[in-house]
């Protein structure tokens, strides 16, 4: 959740993004004021463009964030202020006021309370600067139509960067929902796709294959369970445990055909779904994914040998009608009888597939360790 957050907003990308459109306003400031004789501004504009710039840059250093937010709110008032002051409230340089309202409220950076403080102190001194630039004429009057230019310049200046600073904000909170949403569906082990979302696959799947003007004609349901996870975890410690489970998540994600569903269903359990696969393809499917399981092996530290690991599968095709849980346990009573005759192999739901138990198979003594217990069925 921490990566995520971090991601959501980058590290103030938004403040970023809104220092960079500045930078860029001001060094045009600097063009029109000296177009305009206005010497004054245009060096406090070039300065302005310096700051921004090397705040953009130490933006990226979490340490100087916070300063970095105070010195562009400490700018921008006071650009507002000084250019009002000097050439008149109709130049439009009030505007920019406008857009510390929305970069405060979006802030990280800020308590709640500080945000709406600093809101607060906008609204009072727009107000203010509203008040004082009527008393009388400003000490500088720029010739011919000038300030109508500077104004209409101000005015699609703070839109442009209110619009941009918006679509920025937008696409990271549609960047924070994909990746909440990601985090909601898929397993944090494995990265598979986690036991509620597969099942809500599998049920749109099975609604396909009882829609009559669908063209899903089959769906086959494959239930691996590890052979000897126990074993693993109770020699080995559960950091190698989980380190077995990722290994035969990448073997079988390896063998995935493209539109093949694969998914954590549970502790050492992975569920595939076939769809438009029948029987005979679907056992050819499950072959392929055990061989790619068996050919993994583990290295651990310290040890002379390597740690062999190998899946089981029950396979069974899923009927029109058939409860998503009537399959299941169809593929389920399969891997179980596939336990029974000896692991590392495929078991139809009515049949076991024979296969030659490779020498990789591990020891005799983790069968035995195997054994039932009020912990689980027996079947690891």
Not at 146 to 163: E, I, P, S, V
Not at 199 to 211: G, K, P, S, V
Not at 225 to 239: I, L, T, Y
Request: proline content about 5%; aromatic content about 6%.
């Amino acid at each position: 959740m921490r990566a995520l957050v971090t991601s959501l907003l980058q590290g103030g990308r938004l403040i970023v993004s809104g220092m960079l459109m500045a930078a860029v306003v001001h060094a045009a400031f600097v063009v029109l004021f000296l177009a305009a004789g206005v010497t004054g501004l245009a060096v406090f504009n070039v300065i302005s463009s310096l700051l921004y710039l090397l705040m953009t840059l130490l933006m990226r250093q979490p340490r100087w964030r916070r300063l970095c937010e105070a010195m562009a709110g400490i700018e921008v008032v006071l650009h507002a202020c000084v250019a009002c002051y000097w050439l008149g409230w109709d130049s439009g340089f009030h505007y920019y006021l406008l857009l510390m309202l929305p970069t405060l409220m979006v802030s990280t950076l800020m308590p709640r309370r500080t945000k709406w403080l600093g809101c607060a102190a906008c609204v009072l001194l727009y107000l203010g600067l509203d008040l004082l630039s009527h008393r009388g004429p400003p000490p500088q009057v720029l010739p011919g139509g000038w300030l109508q230019a500077l104004r209409m310049f101000n005015a699609a200046a703070t839109l442009t960067m209110l619009a941009g600073l918006s679509a920025i904000y937008y696409n990271l909170v549609l960047r924070a929902e994909s990746g909440l949403r990601e985090m909601a569906s898929l397993d944090p082990l494995t990265g598979l796709l986690n036991r509620r979302s597969l099942a809500e696959l599998a049920h749109d799947q099975l609604a396909r294959l009882n829609d009559a003007s669908s063209p899903l004609s089959a769906l086959s349901v494959l239930l691996g369970d590890v052979d000897h996870f126990k074993a693993v975890n109770d020699q080995h410690g559960h950091e190698v445990g989980d380190l077995v489970l990722r290994t035969i998540s990448q073997a079988l994600q390896s063998g995935m055909r493209q539109g093949d569903l694969l998914g954590r269903w549970g502790g050492e359990e992975f569920l595939v779904l076939l769809p438009g696969t029948e029987l005979p393809a679907a056992r050819m499917v499950a072959e392929r994914l055990r061989a790619l399981v068996q050919a993994r092996s583990l290295r651990l530290p310290g040890a002379a040998t390597l740690l062999p690991v190998s899946i089981s599968f029950g396979l069974c095709q899923a009927q029109p009608g058939e409860p998503l849980a009537q399959a299941i346990a169809r593929a389920d009573q399969a891997l179980y009888r596939a336990k029974q005759a000896g692991r590392n192999r495929v078991a139809l739901a009515d049949q076991v597939i024979d296969t030659q138990p490779p020498s990789t198979l591990p020891p005799q003594d983790w069968a035995e360790q195997d054994a039932p217990s009020a912990e689980g069925d027996g079947r690891a």
